[in-house]
């Protein structure tokens, strides 16, 4: 909640509106919401495929440690 306020908080930035781990950071949390507790491989192919999505080669080292959060639960994302 408190990562909510501060989202709220922060003003606009053109600069980061372009970057693209800004871009696709909701459609991550949102993988990470519905996979949450499954298992990590399924978790770091559904992370992948939403950053091919967007028109990148995703950091498969950088997924991979995040898809191991998400199987425990947490949202990396968020």
């Known amino acids: 909640m408190q990562q909510d306020l501060l989202a709220l908080l922060r003003p606009p930035s053109a600069r980061l509106e372009r970057q693209l781990s800004e871009r696709v950071r909701p459609h991550l949390s949102a993988v990470a919401r519905a996979h949450a507790g499954r298992p990590a491989p399924q978790v770091l192919a559904a992370l992948a495929e939403v950053v091919r999505a967007a028109g990148a080669e995703p950091d498969l080292t950088a997924l991979a440690e995040h898809a191991e959060r998400v199987s425990a639960?947490?949202?990396?994302?968020a």
């Open 73 to 77: 639960g947490e949202d990396p994302y």
